[in-house]
């Protein structure tokens, strides 16, 4: 459960920085969440955030490039931030965490986009991610 919150952090922080130009150290430092809520979130949770926000900030060009290559039909520009910033949070355990099974990582990428984004996110981000892990080898 710690690892799903922090995740969930992770996503609405990916987005923030997108859509809001947060800067990376504000991302960190949680300062765009309310006290109540990180309270809640544990040291688990807040740390593993951490790890997915400056890990994918970090090699954000890589991790672009990675969603474009396996984008059938869609231009890059033209996707919804939420799912793009799902995606960000996903392509990266893919590449740089390989101790991370797949099928972990696409799971909790649907279920995040079933809360979080359209109707139809889940099954877009379901088959962007199923790309992506055939041509990792993962």
């Not at 922080?13 to 150290?25: E, K, N, P, R, T």
């Not at 300062?31 to 790890?51: I, N, Q």
């Amino acid at each position: 459960m710690a690892r799903r919150k922090g995740r969930i952090l992770a996503f609405q922080a990916l987005y923030s920085f997108d859509v809001g130009s947060i800067d990376l150290q504000s991302l960190l430092t949680f300062s765009w969440v309310e006290d109540s809520m990180l309270e809640k979130m544990g040291e688990e949770s807040l740390t593993f955030a951490r790890l997915l926000i400056k890990g994918t900030v970090d090699n954000l060009p890589v991790i672009d490039e990675k969603i474009k290559a396996n984008l059938c039909n869609w231009d890059f520009d033209r996707l919804n931030r939420v799912d793009l910033a799902i995606l960000r949070i996903s392509v990266y355990p893919f590449l740089f965490q390989k101790d991370i099974h797949p099928t972990i990582i696409i799971d909790e990428a649907i279920d995040i986009s079933k809360e979080f984004g359209s109707g139809e996110s889940f099954k877009f981000i379901n088959a962007v991610l199923d790309n992506i892990q055939k041509k990792e080898g993962k």
